[in-house]
């Protein structure tokens, strides 16, 4: 499909309209009505903006595209995880995915920030894709969006959490990560807490230290998976540039300057990173300057990959002797198997 030559309206600022319609004679309170139907109204069709008068929404349609995404295929897990392919303008596509909490009423919406992702790690259906392009903030925003619209819908109740953990990798996206980040606390926008955002990264400690930086408020995950640098390397090929002292330093600035909260994931692999030993390093690595919680993360088969599973003993074992040195560490059972919905598996493949 080819790209429209005309510039895209979600990436034009509240500033920006305000002069577009002081140029066209248009009162001063009609860009803040467009801006609000973009951003707080999630309106992706010119008509939508009912109470713009119909000279001006054709006047914007003529100079202007609305790049919304267009859901593509939704499938339901037996587990009530739903996963959802959106078909971008230029005719990729990426995955959402809603997890929800039935019992107590939460949903966590999972978003990519790429289509693809460039970091090939080992256990990845994502990875194997390769990086095809980065997300723009409108399209990431979208995805949150349009999840809070389907929790509403399809579960009852309202989404309650948004982590960046989808396709790709958000701090090589990092502009437009940071906006739709920067849309979704505002009130302009979604009007959430940062709070209740999590960014989920492979380790990059440059760009963890510019998070620090910008003194951000959403909490950060950190993909661990192994505690030593000798197996990271093996199975996520950034650790060979970001070894786990400079990313302990990272995110021990992280928190001297936000006070963020910071998780690791640990996917449990069968006999790769789920013995004791495994353990009592992930004990030793979370004995920094900042408090830390582990989530583990049951394994779920990706094509091609000769990773298997741990099984459940193993894991409440491992999670035992964690927990008893007074480590925080929550098992998370996977999610939306069935439907390659769950943590690495997201690889479009649905329809
Ligand atoms: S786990 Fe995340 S960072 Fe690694 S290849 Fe998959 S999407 Fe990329």
Not at 235 to 243: D, F, L
Not at 328 to 346: F, N
């Amino acid at each position: 499909m080819a790209i429209s030559p005309k510039p895209d309206l979600l990436s034009t600022s509240l500033a920006d309209l305000q002069q577009l319609c002081t140029k066209l004679g248009q009162p001063a309170y009609r860009a803040r009505q467009v801006y609000d139907w973009l951003w707080r109204h999630g309106a992706r069709q010119f008509d939508d903006m009912t109470n713009i008068p119909a000279t001006l929404r054709q006047t914007l349609a003529d100079h202007f595209t609305l790049s919304g995404l267009t859901e593509d295929v939704r499938q339901e897990s037996a587990d009530g995880t739903i996963k959802t392919r959106y078909r971008l303008q230029d005719g990729r596509f990426i995955e959402t995915v809603i997890i929800p909490v039935r019992e107590d009423r939460r949903a966590t919406a999972c978003v990519s920030a790429q289509v693809g992702c460039s970091l090939t790690c080992s256990f990845c259906a994502t990875g194997k894709m390769g990086r095809i392009r980065n997300l723009t903030a409108s399209e990431i925003y979208d995805q949150a969006f349009l999840s809070a619209r389907q929790s509403l819908e399809l579960l009852g109740y309202p989404l309650t959490n948004i982590v960046y953990m989808g396709m790709g990798e958000p701090l090589l996206n990092f502009g437009p990560v940071m906006e739709s980040i920067r849309l979704i606390t505002s009130p302009d926008g979604m009007g959430w807490s940062p709070k209740r955002i999590t960014v989920s990264t492979a380790g990059i400690a440059k760009m963890i230290r510019r998070l620090a930086d910008e003194q951000v408020k959403f909490n950060l995950a950190l993909s661990l998976h192994a505690a030593d640098d000798e197996k990271r390397n093996q199975i996520m090929p950034i650790n060979e540039t970001n070894q786990l002292a400079s990313l302990m330093e990272s995110l021990e600035y992280f928190y001297q300057m936000t006070k963020g909260r910071i998780s690791y994931e640990y996917i449990a692999l069968r006999g790769f990173n789920d013995t004791l030993p495994d353990a009592d390093r992930l004990i030793k690595l979370c004995r920094r300057q900042f408090p830390v919680r582990v989530n583990v993360i049951e394994y779920n088969p990706v094509e091609g990959v000769d990773f298997q599973k741990s099984d459940e003993a193993t894991i409440d074992r491992f999670a035992r002797r964690v927990r008893e040195k007074g480590v925080m560490i929550t098992v998370r059972r996977s999610r939306g198997k069935d439907i390659d919905a769950a943590c690495g598996q997201l690889a479009n493949k649905a329809g």
